[in-house]
């Protein structure tokens, strides 16, 4: 028996001796870092203040075993904020522990791609924030935009987006996304005014044909009173289901596409004016 258990530990201590931590700065020259990240590797993004950055993230390839790591040293303690904006693309990254304070609307916060044509797949950003605490601009930006496939959004705060753009939008093409939304909390967002205030979308009008097959599941809205749309659907074949909304100004709309489901949802309106239900159009 201590013979297999030793054996056991020589291999595992072999096996983790080939992960690298790779720390940045927010002065770190990235290059050099995207060319050595490996599958399994991490990177270390250093607490502090990281402002008006730019950080992409180009073509990091983990595997669905040894996916790449991209973390804050210590959860919630690497604060991007002004106009910082994170990209990445590849495939197997995991983001984790940022927070995304009062962006300035100089462009969208994060992205799953680098480029029009270099998307991220089986990606996933988890246990991030994204608040505003100062009143916004009238420039439009978007906080989380969802490309490529079989990407995951879940465990992350968003709350009081002030500007105009929705919180939340995915991508949809003719191959279906097959992305994940669950377990986040959309907190309060004040009314707009005007139309492109929803806390989700997926899909646009052009697009609304096509299948998405995304799942927003398990989520917690709360006070989204951007606009009439809590979430917004244009595009097929997406499940809602046991998402809780409370004092939400507004529905869960299902404005295009077909064969969409909603399943298992609360709707509590708490007697507030415009608080409503499910739309289908």
């Not at 994170?86 to 197997?92: D, F, K, L, T």
Request: aromatic share 8%; charged share 25%; glycine share 10%.
């Amino acid at each position: 028996m201590f013979r297999i258990s030793l054996h056991c530990l020589l291999l595992l201590l072999v096996f983790d001796s080939s992960a690298k931590e790779i720390r940045i700065t927010p002065e770190s020259d990235l290059k050099p870092v995207l060319k050595q990240a490996e599958p399994g590797d991490t990177i270390l993004m250093e607490d502090g203040i990281w402002k008006d950055v730019k950080l992409r993230f180009e073509r990091l390839m983990g595997t669905e075993k040894e996916p790449i790591h991209l973390r804050a040293e210590s959860p919630g303690k690497v604060v991007l904020t002004g106009s910082s904006q994170v990209r990445v693309s590849g495939e197997y990254v995991i983001v984790s522990g940022l927070s995304f304070l009062n962006p300035e609307d100089e462009g969208d916060v994060f992205e799953f791609r680098t480029h029009s044509e270099r998307h991220a797949h089986h990606c996933r950003i988890t246990d991030c924030s994204f608040m505003q605490t100062k009143p916004g601009s009238d420039e439009k930006s978007l906080w989380v935009n969802v490309y490529g496939t079989h990407n995951r959004v879940d465990h992350c705060y968003f709350a009081r987006k002030q500007n105009k753009g929705t919180t939340l939008v995915v991508w949809v093409t003719e191959t279906p996304g097959e992305h994940r939304i669950d377990h986040n909390y959309f907190g309060p967002r004040p009314e707009l005014g005007e139309n492109g205030g929803e806390t989700i979308r997926i899909g646009i009008s052009d697009t609304s044909e096509f299948n998405s097959r995304t799942i927003v599941e398990s989520n917690y809205f709360e006070k989204c009173n951007g606009e009439g749309e809590i979430i917004s659907n244009k595009s097929c074949e997406n499940i809602y289901r046991f998402n809780l909304f409370e004092r939400c100004e507004g529905s869960l709309t299902l404005r295009h596409g077909h064969r969409c489901l909603v399943d298992g949802n609360v709707f509590l309106g708490h007697k507030v004016n415009g608080t409503g239900g499910v739309r289908i159009i």
